[in-house]
Nanobody, 124 residues
Framework: QVQLVESGGGLVQAGGSLRLSCVASGRTISRNAMGWFRQAPGKEREFVAALSWGGATIYYSDSVKGRFTISRVNAKNTVYLQMNSLKPEDTAVYYC?????????????????WGQGTQVTVSS
């Protein structure tokens, strides 16, 4: 099992930017697809973005497409989520997750390792 630790969350004004990081330990994630999900207060956790081990395949949810960028540095066992033009509706706890293989999907049940999450709050 891989351990994932997210960081980089915080409070930002609408229109601002944040970069989230997810560092993996315990084993390499260089052959796993990785994803970011989020859960807003009172809502179910939802898919945000995911990419394959080499970065050739990337998916974004429609709500973040064009504003968020997912990337990874396998040598550092780290995945990033650059979030620009943030909106109040982006307020949520953001989770990093490792897929059980290299398949890039939006299906949460296919991700078998999860971090504890980092809070992102966007004020209007």
């Amino acid at each position: 099992q891989v351990q994932l630790v997210e960081s980089g969350g915080g409070l930002v004004q609408a229109g601002g930017s944040l970069r989230l990081s997810c560092v993996a330990s315990g084993r390499t994630i260089s052959r796993n697809a990785m994803g970011w999900f989020r859960q807003a207060p009172g809502k179910e956790r939802e898919f945000v973005a995911a990419l394959s081990w080499g970065g050739a395949t990337i998916y974004y949810s429609d709500s973040v497409k064009g504003r968020f960028t997912i990337s990874r540095v396998n040598a550092k066992n780290t995945v990033y989520l650059q979030m620009n033009s943030l909106k109040p509706e982006d307020t949520a706890v953001y989770y990093c997750a490792a897929h059980r293989s290299n398949m890039v999907t939006t299906t949460q049940s296919e991700y078998d390792s999860w971090g504890q999450g980092t809070q992102v709050t966007v004020s209007s």
